[in-house]
């Protein structure tokens, strides 16, 4: 895997840390502010390799889209692609974040019925009250359906890969390695997110949980409605 990948994700994740720029900030801007950002740090890649002048300078092309002191390029070619990499990044995410808030504010949650508080497998009451024969005055439970994340499921995998390191190390090469590898925190983060990253895009689950279950009486309207709906 290209090592750009890993430096862009540093930066990415220097930029929240250090700048402050949180998933929160970068929302507010709506118009590819972002991308256009990037597209700058870009430019001016191009404009190194090509032996110009641009990143002394300091200033920005025309199209950069905040103040001209936010702009900071640097001589090195690589470290403008690592900035670029991780506007563009930021981008991305901020687009997915809007799309599933714009899903999310047209769709109702889903509520799930049990007769027993752990089999939650019915989405409509009287569907479950015929198919049980329940009476009013049974209880039942009722809960909100929230589809599983796989990020639910990826808490201390970085431990996991740098403890399996240590061992091949060891095994491999003996008392020598037995410090390696030797990451530091940010490091260790980006690793987290790398595997997060990973996992939200190839392993989502098909199942589900439910949340904030309670207690419901059956009333005889509800008998009512399943036996004649």
């Known amino acids: 895997m290209s090592k750009a990948i890993i430096k862009a ?4 994740l220097r930029q929240i840390n250090v700048e402050g ?4 900030h970068d929302d507010c801007y709506t118009q590819g502010q972002l991308a256009a950002a990037a597209a700058c740090y870009a430019c001016i890649a191009e404009d190194v390799l090509q032996g110009g002048k641009s990143a002394l300078d300091g200033q920005p092309p025309a199209f950069w889209p905040w103040d001209d002191a936010w702009f900071k390029p640097s ?3 690589k470290r403008n692609i690592e900035k670029a ?7 991305y995410d901020a687009l997915e974040r809007a799309e599933k808030a714009a899903s999310e504010a047209t769709t109702t949650p889903d509520i799930l019925w049990s007769t027993n508080d752990e089999t939650f497998n019915h989405d409509d009451l009287q569907e479950l009250i015929e198919e049980r024969q329940l009476q009013a005055g049974d209880t039942v ?4 359906k929230r589809h599983a994340q796989a990020t639910d499921f990826t808490t201390n995998l970085d431990e996991l890969v740098i403890e399996n390191m240590q061992l091949q190390a060891e095994d491999d090469a003996g008392e020598v390695a037995e410090d390696y590898p030797s990451a530091s925190e940010p490091q260790i983060q980006v690793l987290q997110t790398l595997i997060e990253g990973w996992a939200a895009t190839y392993c989502e689950p098909d199942f589900y949980q439910v949340l ?3 207690p419901y009486t059956l009333t005889a309207s509800d008998i009512e409605e399943a036996i004649y709906d």
């Open 9 to 12: 994700l540093e930066e990415r």
């Open 21 to 24: 720029f949180t998933a929160a």
């Open 75 to 77: 001589s090195d070619p």
């Open 85 to 91: 990499m991780a506007l563009l990044a930021a981008q």
């Open 141 to 144: 439970y009722f809960g909100t």
């Open 212 to 214: 904030n279950t309670q």
